[in-house]
């Protein structure tokens, strides 16, 4: 199964650099330009030149992004910026959050994961991948020689034998890092080099399949990397930066990505609600303009989703005519009957299969090619946006969905198949800059 490698990480030297809050980013593929300069402007050390450098008109060959991230990562540890740990480690990991008023928790330990391809069973992917950023994360590998940003990997330990094991090495010292970053997450980060604790966890997980939760572009570039290495005869290349963590623990949350319906020439919306009806009980909540209780229906009528959602399919709609509407599924249908079945029962059983391929491919013509390219689809994870865009005018239509969860995540990936795009929002994201995974070395 998945072969854990404690590693001789590299970090930030706290010495050198004071707040770690203004050197840390979220990960590369989620930052807009607009935050890639706030973070260049936060700490001349950010790690955002190293992991998403900017591009300048002059760039060429022998200047670019990732030379430049090469020559400032060499630069950073030549002056102890950044130092390496000087024995091998796992990292105790803590993301402190809050989601809707309450406080979470969710624990993980960050490590190296010895690479290997899919088709041996042991690292699980749950989503396809596009060439583009896997070419961009390979050319700053062949430069950088390093993993700067953790893939988010998931193991299953109901009896929390792991965490226990690195939570008792730790013998309730303090953090090594401890920092709250722009979001108001805190972050906690003990060194855990005990030689027996690491046997255990290593040992333990052998037994293991790691299901990639986020980061498969980070993984299939590490491992064409290793393979590439390997071909010149090089070694020291075949592990990736990971971050695991426990499917049975209680921070660990997925979110939903809601569907928006844009450009639909001539939506006849009497028709699209004839034709849900054939497969779903339609239930209307009309949310009048101006009234001090809309923000109350609204409230409740998700609360009826979620609840919905317990015991079946439910999807929410909602339309210019400003109402929303409650879609459960009739008990007679079937989506194993209704979806592709060169598909994975797993994969048919998601909701986010039944709104995409029932709804809006067949029902309003957004098939596989239009959800990629998005000429008809946009994605939020806010309900509040997809009403205001839809209110506003700029969107036609507001799809509702419930949170995947993390057991019909790992179904899918056992059964070798992958979930449909923009299935999981894994929430919170990995911090990235609190540990670096040299190759080579």
């Given at each position: 199964m998945a072969t854990v490698i404690p590693i001789r990480g590299i970090r930030y030297n706290r010495a050198k650099v004071g707040d770690l809050s203004q050197v840390v980013t979220p990960p590369y593929d989620i930052i807009d330009s607009v935050a890639q300069a706030r973070y260049y402007a936060n700490d001349p050390s950010n790690i955002i030149?190293?992991?998403?450098?900017?591009?300048?008109?002059?760039?060429?060959?022998?200047?670019?992004?990732?030379?430049?991230?090469?020559?400032?990562?060499?630069?950073?540890?030549?002056?102890?910026?950044?130092?390496?740990?000087?024995?091998?480690?796992?990292y105790l990991y803590e993301q402190e959050f809050d989601l809707r008023g309450e406080k979470k928790v969710r624990t993980g330990f960050i490590c190296g994961i010895h690479l290997e391809p899919y088709s041996k069973g042991n690292i699980l992917p749950h989503e396809e991948t596009l060439s583009k950023p896997k070419a961009d994360r390979l050319q700053l590998m062949r430069a950088c020689q390093a993993n700067f940003s953790p893939v988010f990997g998931l193991y299953a330990d109901a009896e929390n034998l792991i965490?226990?094991?690195?939570?008792?090495?730790?013998?309730?010292?303090?953090?090594?890092?401890?920092?709250?970053?722009?979001?108001?997450?805190?972050?906690?980060?003990?060194?855990?080099?005990?030689?027996?604790?690491?046997?255990?966890?290593?040992?333990?997980?052998?037994?293991?399949?790691?299901?990639?939760?986020?980061?498969?572009?980070?993984?299939?570039?590490?491992?064409?990397?290793?393979?590439e290495m390997q071909s010149q005869g090089l070694t020291g290349y075949d592990t990736v930066l990971m971050t695991l963590v426990n499917l049975y623990d209680p921070g660990m949350l997925i979110l939903p990505t809601h569907r928006l319906v844009k450009n639909i020439r001539n939506l006849d919306f009497p028709r699209l609600k004839e034709q849900l009806n054939a497969y779903f009980d339609l239930k209307a909540f009309p949310i009048p303009a101006g009234k001090e209780e809309n923000q109350q229906i609204i409230t409740d009528f998700f609360k009826l989703l979620e609840e919905k959602g317990k015991s079946g399919h439910a999807f929410g709609m909602y339309s210019r005519d400003r109402v929303l509407y409650l879609l459960t599924m009739r008990p007679e249908c079937s989506p194993q009957d209704l979806l592709d079945p060169k598909r994975s029962a797993a994969w048919r059983n998601l909701d986010v299969a039944i709104l995409d391929n029932l709804i809006l491919d067949q029902m309003l013509g957004i098939g596989s090619e239009q959800r990629k390219n998005q000429d008809h689809l946009t994605y939020t994870r806010s309900e509040e946006e997809a009403l205001n865009l839809v209110n506003s005018g700029v969107d036609q239509l507001a799809f509702f969905l419930n949170p995947t969860q993390v057991e019909e995540v790992t179904a899918v990936a056992a059964a070798g198949d992958k979930m449909p795009q923009k299935s999981t929002y894994f929430y919170p994201k990995l911090i990235t800059g609190l540990v670096i995974n040299p190759l080579g070395k």
């Open positions: 030149r190293l992991e998403l450098g900017q591009i300048f008109a002059q760039d060429d060959e022998k200047n670019n992004r990732y030379t430049r991230a090469a020559s400032y990562f060499t630069r950073w540890q030549e002056e102890e910026i950044l130092v390496r740990e000087e024995k091998p480690a796992l965490n226990q094991t690195l939570s008792e090495a730790r013998q309730n010292r303090p953090a090594d890092v401890e920092f709250t970053d722009e979001a108001g997450e805190t972050h906690r980060l003990w060194v855990i080099t005990d030689p027996t604790a690491l046997t255990t966890v290593v040992n333990y997980m052998a037994n293991k399949p790691v299901y990639i939760a986020d980061g498969h572009h980070r993984y299939e570039t590490a491992l064409s990397y290793a393979e």
